[in-house]
């Protein structure tokens, strides 16, 4: 009974991804037992963005997985494509999940600064996208600028799990913030690690960034 709810959320359910990270869309796909949308996203000989998307989404529950690469400006424009043409084609639902949001930094004003990451979050919206799923949000009230629903994942259990598991001397370590504007992220790691975090006083064999990639010292 469960595998065959299990086989009809799937039936209605498409995955449609950018190109900002297709090995990863391909490991969603696997792990979820189904194909990638028949889609292509490209840039026309003048830079514009255009999307074709080659199957019926009519009535269907739409995902779009598109994270921020080096080319993080086209990679909104291509959700910001995907999601409308799936909106104009009748999709039922559409989720824009993106692991990494772009401008999200960009949250705050600063003297005469505007706020981009409003902007980005009203046209995601405006695009069509009915919800929106990201994973460790820079800040938490970046949800409120969003006129849909956001599900803000969090990723330190995971990663936690994969350091008690792969890192045996985990605890000859220090936790180091990658910027100022992390260090609050890096003490919660080193307080659930129990390690010493930055200055310590303490001279480790080495220290791991676990926002940046590790570092020997000494």
């Not at 469960?2 to 039936?11: F, K, L, Q």
């Amino acid at each position: 009974m469960s595998g065959s709810v299990a086989s009809d959320e799937t039936s209605e359910m498409v995955l449609i991804t950018g190109n900002s990270h297709p090995q990863l869309a391909k490991l969603v796909a696997d792990h979820l037992q189904i194909p990638l949308a028949d889609a292509v996203c490209y840039n026309k000989p003048c830079r514009e963005t255009e999307v074709e998307i080659r199957q019926s989404v009519r009535a269907k529950n739409v995902f779009i997985l598109q994270t921020a690469s080096k080319d993080v400006n086209n990679d909104i424009w291509e959700v910001l494509i995907l999601a409308y043409t799936c909106r104009t084609a009748d999709a039922k639902t559409i989720t824009v999940v993106m692991p990494f949001l772009p401008y999200s930094m960009q949250c705050r004003t600063s003297r005469r600064s505007a706020i981009p990451m409003k902007l980005v979050a009203d046209m995601i919206c405006k695009a069509g996208a009915t919800r929106v799923v990201s994973l460790d949000l820079y800040r938490k009230e970046i949800q409120g600028f969003f006129g849909v629903p956001v599900e803000n994942l969090r990723s330190s259990p995971f990663l936690l799990h994969y350091i008690f598991r792969n890192i045996p001397d985990y605890r000859n370590a220090v936790v180091v913030a990658k910027s100022p504007k992390v260090m609050h992220k890096a003490a919660s790691y080193a307080d659930r690690l129990r390690l010493f975090f930055g200055n310590s006083g303490i001279n480790p064999d080495f220290a791991v960034g676990l926002l940046g990639s590790a570092t020997r010292i000494g």
